[in-house]
Structure formats: C-alpha cells, structure tokens
T-cell receptor, first 113, second 112 residues
Framework: KNQVEQSPQSLIILEGKNCTLQ??????????LRWYKQDTGRGPVSLTI?????NTKSNGRYTATLDADTKQSSLHITASQLSDSASYIC????????????FGQGTTLQVKP | NAGVTQTPKFQVLKTGQSMTLQCAQD?????MYWYRQDPGMGLRLIYY???????DKGEVPNGYNVSRLNKREFSLRLESAAPSQTSVYFC???????????FGQGTRLTVV
C-alpha cells in the first residue's frame, strides 16, 4: 500500500534555531516528492520538489534531501523565523497513477520568540 | 492572479441539510480535486476529475457527489449532511502531467 509517514507530529522551537522534519514513504514506482507549507487557515503551497536523481535542494532557508534507496526525505529549516510556524506536508507522486497524490499527515511547527 | 477560488469560506449546517461547495480555477488546469482535512489525519481525497467530463472516487467518497461543470469549475455536494462530515474542505487543481497541486483557501464546514 502506498503510504507517506511524517515525524514528528508536532515540534516547538525557539526563533533562530534550526530544525529537521522527516518523511518516509513506501510509494512505488516513485515519481517525485514535494514538501508543502500550510499556514493556519490557508491551503498548502509547494516549497520544493525532489526527483529520483536529486539528493539535496535548497530554497532560501529551507533545504530538502532525498534518499531514494531508503525512501526517506527530510526538510531542514535554518535560522527559524516566527513566520515559519505552519504545517509542513510531504506529498509523493507515483508514476502512472493518473495524477493522484499521496499525502503525509503533516508536521506542525511552532516557532516561539 | 486568483488561482483556485472556493466558496463559501465558512458554513454551518444542520444534520440532514444539503449544500454545494463551489470551486473555480483560472489556470487552465485539466485536473481538479476535492480533499477533506481532519486533525491528525492529513488530507484525504474525496473525488477527483482528471479532465473535463470525467470524475472518479477517491479515498473517502461516501456521502458526497461531484460535478465537473466545465474546465474551470468543480463542485462538491453533500446531499444529507452528517456530523462526521464536519471538516475543512480543500479544492485543488493541477496541470496534466505535472505534480504540483494548487489549493484553494479552504471551506470550514460544521455539521450540528
């Protein structure tokens, strides 16, 4: 069964600190993996995409990694800001699945001053 | 750029009432989706439309119906609302062959 599991479920950090969110998946055959950011009361917005051949990709203070062998991805946030408080959702696409996306349950991050 | 627009943003229904959630996108996307989001469960697919004129069931379709009115619009109907349908509903769209979904701002529905 295609599944995406994220950890931790929630996280509280102080402003300026770093954190890492984890995503494990069992989706096969794998197409790509996206990290979405969902602010409170808003819809998710894509942060970054990781394809099979990519190991690391950065988008400002966000760095995503992908290990296709172990089927794990991480999202590292550097020098956190209060505006980073949100839910972060890992979404995996499988090849040939008519466009359906497999969602993780999300990690809720709270950045405190 | 409006993107994906959902109406209404908030709704309270009594058990047994019916309503339709509206969704429209202006990005010329072929595929459109309806999800529900519940605490601790993530987004679950209710129905989707891979292209104009087609609709298919997702993970949790019971109690819902959909209509792909045209390429822009995809509506979700609750025929007889139940408290278990209290949730936040998101509409999304994406380009065929792409994997980035664009979401509306959500509809918070409470069934009492």
């Amino acid at each position: 069964k295609n599944q995406v599991e994220q950890s931790p479920q929630s996280l509280i950090i102080l402003e300026g600190k770093n954190c890492t969110l984890q995503c494990n998946y069992t989706v096969s055959p794998f197409s790509n993996l996206r990290w979405y950011k969902q602010d409170t009361g808003r819809g998710p917005v894509s942060l970054t995409i990781m394809t099979f051949s990519e190991n690391t990709k950065s988008n400002g203070r966000y760095t995503a990694t992908l290990d296709a062998d172990t089927k794990q991805s991480s999202l590292h946030i550097t020098a956190s800001q209060l505006s980073d408080s949100a839910s972060y959702i890992c979404v995996v696409s499988a090849l040939g699945n008519t466009g359906k996306l497999i969602f993780g349950q999300g990690t809720t991050l709270q950045v405190k001053p | 750029n409006a993107g994906v627009t959902q109406t209404p943003k908030f709704q309270v229904l009594k058990t047994g009432q019916s309503m339709t959630l509206q969704c429209a996108q202006d990005m010329n996307h072929n595929s459109m989706y309806w999800y529900r989001q519940d605490p601790g469960m993530g987004l679950r697919l209710i129905y989707y439309s891979a292209s104009e004129g087609t609709t298919d069931k997702g993970e949790v379709p019971n109690g819902y119906n959909v209509s792909r009115l045209n390429k822009r619009e995809f509506s979700l109907r609750l025929e007889s609302a139940a408290p278990s349908q209290t949730s936040v509903y998101f509409c999304a769209s994406k380009r065929q062959g792409d994997t980035e979904a664009f979401f509306g701002q959500g509809t918070r529905l409470t069934v009492v």
